[in-house]
């Protein structure tokens, strides 16, 4: 039963709420102090209850924190969107520090034990849908609110880049190739000595994206590589 007063006081969230709660509390007390009064009981009975009930009203916000600090539990709930702001049903969701969402109407929902709670009060959601290469995530501090809610808008991942060498038909490396990426021409990129080449890909890693290499005497190459850590390899030849 005590831990259940707890966590009602402790859910209150501003002065006025708090203010209410106090004075319903009080009038119940008034209630049960009159019906002894009526019921010929000793008046100082009266009193010594009223002041049992400020003590009380004055202590109980506090136990009420302190208790929901060491055993609360914070209800986050997670709605995802995709970069129209329209709610996506099929994104894996994490946070920061760790734990599974459970799945709920509309959205994902971690219970995170106040225990858990980070030193700062701030924590991280992340959102992906690796198929459409969208991801996102957003910050959140926990404080005396233990039902928040949160949203992540995922956007088009362009973090990755595109590497590799370009090479003749005989797998020499050939340097001053003119490398870009279909669409953003003005980004190329000029290979090396060693024909090896270092571009933004505009796109996610692991996404497929359009090449194109050209050299005076050599001709011109378009082919579809996959951004990320895997090193791409063109091959041109002479004309």
């Given amino acids: ?40 009981k000793n008046a100082s009975w009266t009193v010594r209850l009223i002041v049992v009930a400020i003590l009380v009203l004055a202590a109980l916000p506090i136990v009420a924190r302190a208790y929901l600090e060491n055993y609360g539990l914070y209800r986050l709930r997670v709605t995802v969107e995709d970069p129209n702001g329209m709610p996506l049903n099929d994104a894996k969701v994490t ?66 880049r595109i590497r590799g060498r370009v090479v003749d038909r005989h797998g020499n490396p050939i340097a001053a190739v003119r490398v870009s990426v279909i669409g953003y021409e003005l980004e190329s990129a000029s290979t090396g000595a060693l024909g090896e080449f270092d571009l933004a ?9 359009e090449l194109a290499a050209f050299k005076k005497g050599f001709g011109n190459v378009s082919e579809w590589e996959q951004a990320g850590d895997r090193a791409a390899t063109i091959v041109l030849g002479h004309q």
Wanted: hydrophobic share 40%.
């Fill in 201 to 209: 890909a505009h796109a996610a890693d692991g996404q497929e994206i």
């Fill in 1 to 40: 039963m005590f831990p259940r007063i707890f966590e009602l006081a402790a859910g209150i969230g501003n002065e006025w709420s708090l203010a209410a709660f106090a004075i319903a509390a009080l009038l119940i007390v008034v209630w049960l102090t009159s019906r002894r009064a009526i019921y010929g």
């Fill in 95 to 160: 946070s920061s520090i760790g734990g599974e969402p459970k799945r709920i109407e509309g959205g994902w929902e971690f219970d995170i034990p106040a225990g858990n709670r980070p030193k700062t009060g701030k924590l991280t959601i992340y959102g992906e849908v690796a198929s459409a290469f969208l991801s996102g995530r957003t910050d959140i501090e926990l404080s005396n609110d233990y039902n928040p809610t949160t949203r992540v808008r995922l956007d088009h991942d362009r973090s990755a």
